[in-house]
């Protein structure tokens, strides 16, 4: 990112440096709804969720928060916050339906009026050019176990920067590959739901040289910034043992440093712990593309990770893996179960630091946030939504940030996760994300307390 932020050092925990950016986080797949409009293909999600029993209450996303008609109520939305930037996806399934071949003019037509809009209000827009929803037809050719979908990403990303790219200033290449690759290839419980385990580990490899292509088409095409977003969890050991000491680096490995290491350092971690001798799918000049300089470094956080050496009979040990995660002991949980562990987000940030040196650009919290079974007091929404508990959580979360930023940390962003409810992935609509409740059968949008809270907590940051 251009220009150094001057710290603002009051010491006040509610201001942050000028110039920081304030926004909400939102992905295609999971707010646009109206999956059969505009010549959009099909995506793997779409067939994930027709499967029998991969969602949990057996729902899609054919309504999911109704965005692609209500887009300009979410951009009135994001102006009423007072935000900065609104991070959204493009849909490749609209943009490109079968993956190859030319673009489909509806879907680019559509996030040019979204792009419109924002700019008219006033928003920066930070579209994410991958979230997840891979054209159904890439997936029978090998989704991303097949190198090839790496260049189609690129070819399909030329279309979308040829279009927005006289309006975008800052974009992002893809939305945590870990994700993909551990729920989507390795454990099965997202798409394309492949349960290969270690043999998911090309399709890591294959993301990030999409990232790479990504990367270098944006630059061949203008100074616009660009980014990679990755989930990141801090391993907490279970215990002091040896064991469970090393368990927590071994999942540290393959969940946090396979995907930051040659992104930030231009080279993969030693995977010789896991018998492998080089990361598979690696071919000569990758991780030049890989390691090329991008200008931020987007960190999805929400949760730490507590991991153990597997116990005996577990599926872990039984796949030959040397971690097991396990949940932690008397802490809070959000709606997911997740923890609720602040102080652990300081910590992350700040190991990044110091773990990447002058290799970590700045920083951008491109997702935080937490789901809670929020209560509508009115029936039908025409009342309110008192959801204290996400007060607290984005709270102590946007405090966390501000530690790390006091200890050094050069952190430029914070993105909200969500600005509305919208579809969970496997989860379905059974978890809430939004500061807006969004009504999922008719798409009503009601702002919930937080969204009141978090535009007052951007103003005063200011
Ligand atoms: O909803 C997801 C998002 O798509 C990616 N990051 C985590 C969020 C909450 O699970």
Do not use: C
Not at 19 to 29: I, L, M, V, Y
Not at 249 to 268: E, K, M, S, W
Not at 424 to 438: D, I, K, N, P, S
């Amino acid at each position: 990112m251009a220009d150094a932020l001057t710290h603002d050092r009051t010491g006040d925990a509610l201001t942050f440096p000028q110039g920081f950016r304030w926004g909400a986080a939102t992905a295609a797949f999971q707010i646009e709804g109206s999956t059969s409009e505009g010549g959009r293909g099909e995506s793997i999600w779409d067939v994930f969720t027709r499967t029998p029993g991969r969602v949990i209450d057996g729902s899609n996303a054919e309504l999911a928060a109704d965005s692609y008609r209500r887009y300009r109520d979410d951009v009135a939305l994001l102006a009423g916050l007072g935000a900065d930037d609104y991070r959204f996806s493009i849909s490749w399934p609209r943009v490109q339906p079968g993956g190859t071949g030319p673009a489909n003019e509806a879907g680019l037509a559509y996030y040019d009026r979204l792009v419109d809009e924002l700019l008219a209000a006033g928003i920066a827009p930070v579209p994410t050019l991958y979230h997840w929803d891979l054209p159904q037809e890439l997936e029978a050719a090998g989704g991303w176990l097949n190198r090839d979908t790496a260049y189609r990403l690129a070819d399909y990303a030329g279309f979308v920067i040829d279009r927005l790219g006289d309006r975008v200033q800052r974009w992002i290449t893809l939305n945590e590959p870990a994700m993909t690759t551990l729920q989507g290839y390795a454990l099965g419980t997202q798409a394309p739901g492949h349960a290969l385990m270690m043999g998911s580990l090309p399709t890591a490899h294959h993301q990030l040289l999409a990232h790479g292509l990504a990367v270098a088409a944006i630059r061949e095409r203008g100074d616009a910034e660009v980014g990679i977003t990755n989930n990141h969890t801090l391993m907490v050991p279970a215990s002091d043992a040896p064991a469970d000491r090393f368990a927590a680096g071994a999942f540290d490995l393959i969940y946090n440093r396979i995907f930051a290491d040659p992104v930030l350092t231009g080279a993969y971690p030693d995977l010789s712990g896991f018998g492998l001798e080089a990361m598979p799918g690696l071919e000569p000049g990758d991780l030049e593309l890989i390691g090329a300089p991008i200008d931020f470094y987007g960190i999805n956080f929400y949760n730490p990770t507590r991991v153990a050496a597997p116990a005996e009979g577990s599926e872990f040990a039984a796949a030959g893996l040397p971690f097991e995660p396990v949940e932690f002991e008397d802490v809070p949980t959000t709606g997911f179960d997740w923890p609720i562990m602040p102080e652990t987000f300081t910590e992350l940030l700040v190991s990044f630091a110091r773990d990447y040196g002058d290799r970590l650009p700045p920083v951008v919290i491109t997702e935080n946030g937490a789901s809670f079974p929020d209560e509508v007091l009115g029936g039908p929404v025409t009342g309110a939504v008192h959801d204290e508990r996400r007060i607290g959580y984005v709270d102590e979360h946007i405090a966390a940030v501000r530690r790390a930023i006091d200890q050094g940390v050069d952190v430029r962003g914070y993105y909200l996760w969500s600005l509305t409810d919208n579809f969970e992935w496997a989860e379905g609509y059974t978890q809430r994300f939004g500061l807006v409740h969004v009504d999922f059968e008719t798409g009503e949008r009601t702002p919930k307390d937080s969204y009141a809270w978090y535009r007052d907590r951007i103003a005063s940051s200011r």
